[in-house]
């Protein structure tokens, strides 16, 4: 029988040992955070998240953006916008698909009962901007801010804090 050169048997040999250090480091674990399918398939009561994670290039560099979009159902309201858009950023910044190289918009589909910009300020958001147009008030999160805020990407899958999103009564006057 012949024998395996031993400069070779050396080589798979240094193959397995960095193999096994790879899985014993935790190098080789599944990605933290969620798909953005995995982030359009969670249910919330009383309202729709959608979101999406997108690339396109400016010149040669590729841009990868995260968009996440709420829309309330009907009968309910949002009660605490500030939690409402700290989730939302949140669910942005936990999509693995790809590392995101712009900040975040978060999109709230009209009709909506506050300023998302005020909220998002009030929840310590400093680089926010907005726009409106007639369906739509979106907010841009800065990147920076982003990772300064929220930490490693990706996050963790967040949890909406209860009491967030609300059942309007019917007693209530509108």
């Known amino acids: 029988m012949k024998q395996m050169p031993t400069r070779r048997r050396s080589g798979l040999r240094t193959v397995a040992i960095l193999l096994s250090l790879l ?3 935790g190098c080789a674990q599944a990605q933290a955070g969620q798909t953005a ?9 009383g309202a729709e998240v959608n979101v999406l994670s997108s690339s396109s290039y400016n010149g040669f560099a590729k841009v990868i953006s995260h968009s996440v979009r709420i829309q ?10 500030t939690a409402v858009v700290e989730y939302l950023a949140k669910v942005g ?5 790809a ?3 712009t900040g975040t918009t978060l999109s709230f589909a009209k009709p ?8 998002a300020r009030k929840g310590g958001w400093h680089t926010t901007s907005g726009t409106q147009n007639s369906r739509s008030s979106l907010i841009y999160l800065n990147l920076k801010e982003v990772k300064h805020r929220l930490g490693t990407w990706p996050g963790k899958i967040p949890h909406l804090p209860d009491g967030a999103i609300v059942k309007v009564s019917d007693n209530e006057p509108h």
């Open 93 to 97: 910044w936990s999509v693995n698909d």
């Open 112 to 119: 909506i009962s506050f300023d998302p910009v005020e909220a």
């Open 72 to 81: 309330v159902d009907p009968g309910y309201e949002i009660a605490d916008p």
């Open 23 to 25: 899985l014993l480091t």
């Open 37 to 45: 399918k995995a982030a359009n398939s969670m249910h919330l009561a």
């Open 99 to 101: 590392r995101p190289t």
